[in-house]
């Protein structure tokens, strides 16, 4: 005869899952269903459990058992959330086709429509998965379908399934456009967050990475440290929670960057790596490339962007920014003018323009330079327009860009009036590397206008951020008479890991000795040997040791 499930263990579950501590609570619900078997419902808050700690394979295979249950006791409502749950689960392991079979599931157990509630969780599903296309149709169905779902779920109390539409439908109008409406929309989400009443803590990770994403990806950077600053809270109150982490140190990595806490975006990009699942882990590689780019730590950078590219995340415009770093103007050339061609829509033009302008400029493509500029200022002037809160960002990138391709034509006089906007707006934004930049170029364009007291002020100001955040690449860039220059020392313009790099070649070590004393691969040296020999305009190992020697490194 089957032994009944034992209470206490039932009930120290339940209590043990309300309080977040997911581990004794996953552990006190196994050992009840060896006992025996739980109640579909306890197996929901087990599979939610085994979900917030990572324990995917063996959530699904609870909510499946779950699902069953659910049938076999005729209660469609519960077995349609079930379904719901398992589409959710397969869709952020990037297990389409599964995702998709779940969902024809909660449809087909709706089949008779007169369950509201539940229907809107089909609603919401299908209002999802209408935004995985570029399609702006299919976009605009999302956001039907979405507006429907928040319509059946709010009378019916369904908080969880209202804050999953909330963010599908501001997503949407992002998508379309609609930057006010759909951060409104998101804020719909989060305000149902921020009061706790969401029933599953897995909505409470969806909504803050959703809406801090949406943030950043409309320039909006107080809004994304708001959220970030937020969901950093929550993380750090759950200190088992798993899923999310990895995408919110993405964003946290993101925003410190912006701020100017390179240290903090490095940790926050290397924890990434390790948390996210494979499908996302290009995010964490690129972010982790940026950091190490910017910061000259050019080798690890070029490690960073190949694993990104391997995990489906495209490098750019991280690679090609890397190469003119590199003295590469030519193939970071070739690869901007492909990808002006190959980017079309909106969020990919965004972030790559900036970076288009720079290295046309840079290549002395004036006249893509300046394309590229009119483009950006564009952006802006629909961003001012609608009003939106991120409209400062487009305007200081529109600044920025104009000014480095009127530099670049030789109209200095024209420039400055741009460049000093945009320094005073990045300023004003809180972005300290992208002010410095400004005013490095800014230093340039009042030195050919002759005025070298004015050129001295501007080119100090950028070197003193630069030498705060640790930005060797800009460093080795400004004017080499100015005081203080890294041009003074010996081992400029090579970083301080290309310094002792070049002192072990210049003392006879191999790549595997040199990788053995710096603890770092064979691969990592042998990559750090070609950005010095293309820094130097060298060729060899020889060359590079006699360079050892004239500037006194050994």
Same mark, same amino acid.
């Given at each position: ?9 039932? &009930? ?36 939610? +459990? ?81 935004? #995985? ?64 009443? =969401? ?6 990770? =969806? ?30 109150? +759950? ?29 926050? #990009? ?91 400029? &840079? ?52 420039? =400055? ?23 490095? =170029? ?12 004015? &050129? ?7 070197? +003193? ?19 203080? +220059? ?69």
């Amino acid at each position: 005869m089957a032994v009944s499930t034992p209470a206490p263990l039932v &009930a120290d579950g339940r209590r043990l899952y309300a309080a977040g501590a997911w581990t004794r609570a996953l552990d006190a619900f196994e050992r009840a269903d060896r006992a025996a078997p739980l109640s579909a419902r306890d197996l929901m808050l087990t599979a939610f +459990s085994a979900y917030l700690l990572g324990r995917e394979e063996r959530s699904i295979d609870l909510l499946v058992r779950a699902f069953r249950e659910f049938l076999a006791a005729h209660d469609d409502a519960a077995a349609a959330r079930a379904a719901f749950w398992l589409s959710f689960a397969h869709d952020t392991r990037r297990d389409r086709a599964q995702a998709e079979a779940w969902g024809r599931r909660l449809a087909a157990v709706l089949d008779d429509g007169h369950l509201g509630p539940e229907r809107a969780l089909l609603l919401s599903g299908l209002g999802h998965r209408s935004l #995985a296309t570029a399609d702006p149709a299919e976009v605009r169905r999302a956001l039907e379908l979405s507006r429907e779902a928040i319509a059946l779920a709010r009378p019916a109390g369904d908080t969880d399934t209202e804050v999953f539409s909330h963010l599908s439908a501001g997503w949407a109008l992002l998508r379309l456009g609609g930057t006010a409406d759909g951060l409104a929309e998101l804020d719909e989400a989060m305000a149902r967050v921020a009061a706790n009443e =969401v029933r599953t803590p897995i909505v409470n990770g =969806v909504a803050y990475c959703s809406v801090i994403s949406a943030s950043l990806w409309a320039d909006d950077l107080a809004r994304a440290r708001e959220w970030t600053a937020a969901a950093t809270a929550w993380c750090d109150r +759950s200190p088992e929670l798993v899923p999310f982490r990895g995408q919110c140190l993405v964003h946290r990595s993101q925003v410190k960057m912006l701020d100017g806490d390179w240290p903090g975006a490095l940790d926050e #990009a290397l924890r990434a790596t390790h948390r996210l699942l494979a499908s996302d882990a290009g995010l964490a590689s690129y972010q982790l490339g940026e950091v190490h780019r910017v910061a000259g730590r050019f080798a690890e950078a070029e490690d960073a962007y190949r694993l990104a590219n391997s995990a489906g995340r495209r490098p750019e415009p991280g690679l090609m920014l890397l190469r003119l770093a590199q003295g590469r103007a030519d193939a970071a050339a070739v690869t901007a003018r492909r990808l002006n061609t190959e980017l079309t829509r909106r969020s990919e033009r965004d972030e790559f323009l900036p970076a288009y302008v720079e290295v046309m400029a &840079a290549a002395g493509d004036v006249e893509a330079a300046r394309a590229g500029a009119r483009e950006l200022a564009a952006v802006a002037e629909r961003a001012e327009q609608a009003r939106t809160a991120s409209a400062p960002v487009p305007r200081a990138r529109a600044l920025t860009a104009e000014g480095v391709a009127l530099c670049a034509a030789g109209e200095a006089a024209l420039a =400055v009036g741009r460049l000093r906007e945009a320094s005073l707006a990045w300023h004003g934004l809180g972005m300290p590397y992208l002010e410095a930049r400004a005013r490095a =170029v800014l230093g340039r364009c009042y030195a050919a206008l002759g005025d070298d007291e004015a &050129a001295a002020l501007e080119v100090e100001a950028a070197r +003193s951020t630069f030498e705060r955040l640790g930005a060797a690449p800009d460093l080795a860039a400004l004017p080499a008479d100015a005081p203080g +220059s890294p041009a003074e020392s010996p081992g400029a313009p090579l970083t301080d890991r290309e310094v002792e790099v070049v002192r072990l070649a210049a003392q006879g070590l191999t790549n595997r000795a040199i990788a053995g004393r710096l603890v770092i691969s064979e691969k990592t040296v042998a990559r750090h040997l070609a950005n010095i020999y293309a820094k130097l305009g060298i060729a060899s190992r020889a060359a590079a040791t006699a360079y050892a020697y004239e500037h006194g490194l050994l």
